[in-house]
Nanobody
Framework: VQLQASGGGLVQAGGSLRLSCASS?????MGWFRQVPGKEREFVAT????????VYADSVKGRFTISRDNAKKMVFLQMNSLKPEDTAVYYC???????????????????WGQGTLVTVSS
């Protein structure tokens, strides 16, 4: 499975960005993580193919929305009310065998995109 993320950029605090990720195959779970230098990769959101399971990190709940276009094998992350602390490289991830307890763990995802940089200025 190959993942290609796009949509990052520079935005002012309070602004919005929409990230996109295209997959070469349809996978059961697709999600987003983010990472800043010197820190571990942090879970942002994940969504099941069926749409009946969606999980968000507490830090983004109410501001970010994950969605999928299963026909196009894509996942999106709409980011609103952005804060400087949202600045990071955002990675698209996918997996077919996640269990509930592992959805927030980067090590549980088998497939990763190359990352797209989001910079939020204050």
């Amino acid at each position: 499975v190959q993942l290609q993320a796009s949509g990052g950029g520079l935005v002012q605090a309070g602004g919005s960005l929409r990230l996109s990720c295209a997959s070469s195959e349809r996978t059961r779970f697709m999600g987003w993580f983010r990472q800043v230098p010197g820190k571990e990769r942090e879970f942002v959101a994940t969504m099941k193919l069926s749409g009946d399971v969606t999980v968000y990190a507490d830090s983004v709940k109410g501001r970010f929305t994950i969605s999928r276009d299963n026909a196009k094998k894509m996942v999106f992350l709409q980011m609103n009310s952005l804060k400087p602390e949202d600045t990071a490289v955002y990675y698209c991830a996918a997996d077919n065998t996640l269990i509930t307890s592992s959805m927030r763990s980067a090590s549980a995802y088998d497939y990763w995109g190359q990352g797209t940089l989001v910079t939020v200025s204050s």
